[in-house]
C-alpha cells in the first residue's frame, strides 16, 4: 500500500512554478458554466497520434486516478473529483469564451495530468487495479454533476500534495487577490513523511548548481552566508524572494532550479555545509491532498473538505441549477 501511495503521490505533485494556473487567474476570474451545455463538447485522449473520445466521467477518473493517491479515504477521493469536474468545466468555459466555436478539448488542453483507462492496471499493479478503479469510480459518480462556486462563478480549485501547516494566500503566492483562495490551516499535514526534507550541500557543489541557471553568480565559497539570504516571506514563512548576491530571485525560481519539494524552506550553515529545510510538497494553494485525507480518516466529508479548503465556497449540483 505505501508503495502505491508513493508512486501515485509521484504523478500528484503539482510544480512549484505554476505559469499555466497563473494565466487561467489572470485571464479570467468569472468563469462561468450553463448546465444544460454539459453535453454540448467532447474531450479526447492523444496517443502516438491517434485520438480516443473519452465520455466526461471516464475522462474525471483519469484526472483523479492521476492527481491523488488511490489508496487514500474515499471522501479525499470524492473532494478530488468535485475539484477535477470544476477544473475541466472552468477551463472548457475560459477556452469556449476565447474561441465560441471550439466544441472539441484534448486532455492536454485542460490543465490537469490525465491517466487514460489503459494505463491505470499498469500504473497500480494487477493486484490493486480492480479495488483502485472501483474506489475512484465511486468518487466519480457519488458526486455526479456537482461542482464548486464562488458567487455563482465557477472557481479554479487548485490543490497541492502536502502543506506546511498552511495553505497560502494566493495573493501573497502569485500576486492576485481570489478571495476563495485564502490562508487556512492545515495542521495534519506535519504528520506526513514528505512534511519534512532535509538536504546537505557542499557549498561548492551548491554555487555549481546555481551557476548552470545563472551565469553572473558572484558567490565564492567563502562569502556564501553572507551572500545568499532570504529577504522576503509570506504570511506562512514560504519564501518570496533571496538574494543571490547581487541577483535577486523568486523563491518559487529557487526552489525550481534546485528540485526543492517547494518554496518554503530555510538555509543554514552546518559544519560548513550548506542545510536546507524544506516542508511541504507543492505550492501551498488551495486543497492540500493529504490534508484533506487526514481529515477524511478523522470523519469529516468531502463537502466538510471542501469547505474548509476553499473560503466560502458553494457545492452545487449543476443538473438542478437550471
Known amino acids: 500500500m505505501k508503495k502505491i501511495l508513493i508512486k501515485t503521490g509521484i504523478v500528484s505533485v503539482l510544480v ?50 492521476a492527481n491523488m493517491p488511490a489508496g487514500y479515504d474515499i471522501e479525499a477521493l470524492k473532494a478530488q473529483a468535485v475539484i ?8 472548457i468555459s475560459l477556452l469556449s469564451k476565447d474561441n465560441p466555436s471550439k466544441m472539441r478539448f484534448a ?17 497500480w499493479g494487477s493486484d490493486e487495479y480492480v479495488d483502485y478503479y472501483t474506489k475512484i469510480e465511486n468518487a466519480v459518480y457519488a458526486t455526479v454533476d456537482e461542482v464548486l462556486f464562488y458567487k455563482k462563478n465557477l472557481i479554479l480549485p487548485v490543490f497541492f500534495s502536502t502543506g506546511s501547516g498552511y495553505t497560502r494566500n494566493a495573493s501573497e503566492a502569485w500576486g492576485i487577490d481570489i478571495p476563495y483562495l485564502s490562508s487556512v490551516s492545515s495542521k495534519q499535514d506535519v504528520t506526513s513523511t514528505n512534511y519534512l526534507n532535509i538536504t546537505e550541500y557542499l557549498v561548492s557543489s551548491l554555487i555549481s548548481s546555481l551557476e548552470k541557471n545563472y551565469s553572473d553568480l558572484n558567490i565564492t565559497e567563502e562569502n556564501f552566508f553572507e551572500e545568499v539570504k532570504v529577504t522576503e516571506r509570506d504570511s506562512v ?86
Request: with cysteine; hydrophobic share 40%.
Open 16 to 65: 512549484l512554478i505554476v505559469p499555466f494556473i497563473l494565466t487561467l487567474l489572470i485571464s479570467s476570474s468569472d468563469a462561468k458554466y450553463n448546465s444544460f451545455g454539459i453535453m454540448d463538447f467532447e474531450i479526447y485522449y492523444e496517443l502516438n497520434g491517434s485520438e480516443e473520445l473519452l465520455d466526461f466521467d471516464e475522462y474525471l477518473m483519469g484526472i483523479v486516478a
Open 107 to 123: 486532455t492536454s488542453e485542460l490543465g490537469l495530468s490525465y491517466l487514460s483507462m489503459a494505463s491505470m492496471e499498469q500504473f
Open 237 to 322: 514563512d514560504y519564501v518570496t524572494k533571496i538574494n543571490l548576491g547581487s541577483l535577486t530571485v523568486s523563491g518559487e525560481e529557487f526552489a525550481k532550479v534546485l528540485g526543492l519539494n517547494s518554496n518554503h524552506f530555510y538555509i543554514e550553515n552546518y559544519e560548513g555545509k550548506a542545510r536546507i529545510i524544506c516542508n511541504g510538497v507543492g505550492h501551498g494553494v488551495g486543497l492540500s491532498q493529504y490534508g484533506a485525507n487526514a481529515m477524511a480518516l478523522e470523519g469529516y466529508s468531502y463537502p466538510e473538505i471542501l469547505n474548509h479548503y476553499y473560503t466560502d465556497i458553494e457545492l452545487v449540483n449543476i443538473s438542478s441549477n437550471d
Open 84 to 91: 477535477a469536474r470544476t477544473y475541466a468545466l472552468y477551463n
